[in-house]
């Protein structure tokens, strides 16, 4: 079992920036990729990004290339989402999640493949 804790999130105008944060325990070696989701009301889950636990290959969303950075500690077994340039649409809860499937390129984006989530972290994006 992996157990994940997203800390982070809260309350930004459009244009700012915030930084999650998830961390996991229990079988954390047996990890091969974390990444982050977000759900809006009334809307579906969607993938935002993720990152190879040991090579630390990265995976964006295309929406949000270029103004998120995933990243990862492994000694600390921490993955954080920095997160700039905001607009009110990326209001959701953004949940941490994490898979010991294989991965690559053509999987990492569904929520399918991935077994274990966090709790959930509310980001709230004002105009």
């Known amino acids: 079992q992996v157990q994940l804790v997203e800390s982070g999130g809260g309350l930004v105008q459009a244009g700012g920036s915030l930084r999650l944060s998830c961390t996991a325990s229990?079988?954390?070696?047996?990890?091969?990729?974390l990444g982050w989701f977000r759900q809006a009301p009334g809307k579906e889950r969607e993938f935002v990004a993720a990152?190879?636990?040991?090579?630390?290959?990265?995976y964006y969303h295309d929406v949000v290339r270029g103004r998120f950075t995933i990243s990862r500690d492994n000694a600390k077994n921490t993955m954080t989402l920095q997160m700039n340039s905001l607009g009110p649409e990326e209001t959701a809860v953004y949940y941490c999640?994490?898979?010991?499937?294989?991965?690559?390129?053509?999987?990492?984006?569904?929520?399918?493949?991935?077994?274990?989530w966090g709790q959930g972290a509310q980001v709230t994006v004002s105009s």
């Open positions: 999640a994490a898979t010991t499937r294989p991965v690559y390129s053509g999987n990492i984006n569904s929520s399918r493949l991935y077994d274990y």
């Open positions: 229990g079988r954390t070696f047996s990890i091969s990729a």
């Open positions: 990152i190879g636990w040991i090579l630390g290959t990265t």
